[in-house]
Structure formats: C-alpha cells, structure tokens
C-alpha cells in the first residue's frame, strides 16, 4: 500500500487539528497555510472525515473544523481508510476468503501469509497510533509551536 498525498494531507490535517484541540473550531484557511495545502483540496477531505464523524464543522464567521472526539480517540488508521480504503499491500487481500480479483485460489498460495503478515503489520502501526500520540511527540520535540 502505498498512502497517497490524499491520506498523508488527510492525516497532517487532522494533526493539525489536534495540536489545537479544545480551542474550538479552526478556520480551513489557517490549517490549509499551516500545512501548505490547498484549501480546497483540504475541504474536501474534511468533508469525507466529517461524513465518517472524525470531525465536525462549524458554519460562519468564528466556524471552522474540529475534532470530533479527543484526540487519544482518533488512530491514524481510521483516518487512513476513510481517505484511502483498506490498509491492504495487495487486492487478493480485500476481502476475508483473500480471492480478489486475481486470485482464484487463495489457501494453494505461497506468498499470501507474506502478504497477509505485511497487511497485519501495517494495520497494527495505523491502527496503534494516535493522533494523540503524534500530537504528545510534537510537543516533546518542540515543533508543535506555530500549529
């Protein structure tokens, strides 16, 4: 798998959004000059994590995004897979019986526990990591300043 600039903005976004949780909604435009992404490209990967409840939105002048729950709450999987789809290296993994589409016999391959060990091992990282966590490093390295 490979994460597009679709998840990894998704993800510095919601970073973002972390290091200034509890301080109400923030303007698109800040997170977008913060991240350096585009405000548009931005409002439309809110708007899928607002869908899937990871944030919420307010309307007018003081509105903006937020986190929908607290940060300790969110894992950068959850994240992943509303931006990206399934945490899988390859299609034969999409599915529980493993015969995707270029798989016809899933339990004569060799290679799929390989395949199958890669997909746990990225699941166990995106799914163990917070935005809390992320948000706890940035702070101890002194780089959460100017979020």
Not at 58 to 74: F, K, M, N
Request: aromatic letters at 4%; charged letters at 20%; a neutral charge.
């Amino acid at each position: 798998m490979r994460v597009s600039t679709r998840g990894e903005y998704g993800v510095r976004a919601m970073f973002d959004l972390a290091l200034n949780y509890g301080n109400g909604p923030i303007p698109l435009k800040a997170v977008a000059k913060r991240q350096l992404v585009s405000e548009t490209y931005l409002e439309q990967l809110l708007g899928a994590l607002r869908r899937a409840g990871l944030v919420s939105s307010t309307r007018g002048a003081q509105g903006g995004y937020e986190l929908a729950h607290p940060p300790e709450r969110i894992t950068v999987g959850q994240i992943i897979r509303v931006l990206e789809g399934p945490i899988t290296p390859l299609d034969c993994l999409d599915t529980d019986s493993g015969s995707g589409p270029y798989c016809g016999q899933p339990d004569q391959c060799v290679l799929r526990g390989l395949w199958k060990n890669l997909q746990d091992s990225m699941e166990r990282v995106l799914d163990n990591t917070t935005l809390e966590d992320l948000r706890s490093k940035a702070i101890r390295l002194g780089v959460a300043q100017g979020q």
